[in-house]
């Protein structure tokens, strides 16, 4: 069994900073591509960025220049760092991660359960 435990989230004002962490734990053979993704009312959930297990990054353009990803392997945490925030990065934010598990060695998806970023104006 893998988990994906997120924190960072909260209220903050326009123009502000927030940094998300995530935590895998569990049967990990294997820790691979590590995401993010949000999911604000009313819309489908969107990918805002990624790193690979080679530490390459890919970015939404709302997240380019303002958004920064990176990841500790000895923890297997992946960290989103927010700044310039912006009344419409409010969200439901949710990390995701390809794992590996011990065991069957069968890749899947994992999610953790979400966190609430919001931003006023």
């Known amino acids: 069994q893998v988990a994906l435990v997120e924190s960072g989230g909260g209220l903050v004002q326009a123009g502000g900073s927030l940094r998300l962490s995530c935590a895998a734990s569990?049967?990990?053979?294997?820790?691979?591509?590590m995401g993010w993704y949000r999911q604000a009312p009313g819309k489908q959930r969107e990918l805002v960025a990624s790193?690979?297990?080679?530490?390459?990054?890919n970015y939404a353009d709302s997240a380019k220049g303002r958004f920064t990803i990176s990841r500790d392997y000895a923890e297997n945490t992946v960290y989103l760092q927010m700044n310039s925030l912006k009344p419409e990065d409010t969200a439901v934010y949710y990390c995701?991660?390809?794992?590996?598990?011990?065991?069957?060695?069968?890749?899947?998806?994992?999610w953790g359960q979400g966190t609430q970023v919001s931003v006023s104006s």
């Open positions: 790193i690979s297990s080679g530490g390459s990054t």
């Open positions: 569990g049967s990990i053979f294997r820790l691979n591509a």
């Open positions: 995701n991660a390809v794992v590996t598990p011990r065991g069957s060695g069968i890749v899947g998806q994992y």
